[in-house]
């Protein structure tokens, strides 16, 4: 079965960091774009990075860029977000997210999230 599982939320306070994982299995990661979304209470789902199938490109929301930083490990079916210089207005829902982009049939998939809560 398909599946993306985020880990390495939670709490922490403003300045502070927090790596986020995302763990894949059930299809060909290499083929996949990868992306961490984020939702807060009362706001619709926002993009925060995609990384491209090789890594060789990476972009970033106007909010979190110098501060997040995107990578991935295929040799580990992994993606990775890890987050700088936190903010109260970086807290949300984090999800992962895969989109085929090689031109195959058609793949796109959502992790279930995890929990970052930024607070003093």
């Known amino acids: 079965q398909v599946q993306l599982v985020e880990s390495g939320g939670g709490l922490v306070q403003p300045g502070g960091s927090l790596r986020l994982s995302c763990a894949a299995s059930g299809f060909t990661f290499s083929t996949c774009a990868m992306s961490w979304y984020r939702q807060s209470p009362g706001k619709e789902r926002e993009l925060v990075a995609t990384?491209?199938?090789?890594?060789?490109?990476?972009n970033y929301a106007d909010s979190v860029k110098g501060r997040f930083t995107i990578s991935r490990d295929n040799a580990r079916n992994a993606v990775f977000l890890q987050m700088n210089s936190l903010k109260l207005e970086d807290t949300g829902v984090y999800y992962c997210?895969?989109?085929?982009?090689?031109?195959?049939?058609?793949?796109?998939?959502w992790g279930r999230g995890t929990q970052v809560t930024v607070s003093s």
């Open positions: 997210y895969a989109r085929r982009v090689d031109g195959g049939p058609e793949f796109r998939y």
């Open positions: 990384i491209t199938p090789t890594g060789a490109s990476t």
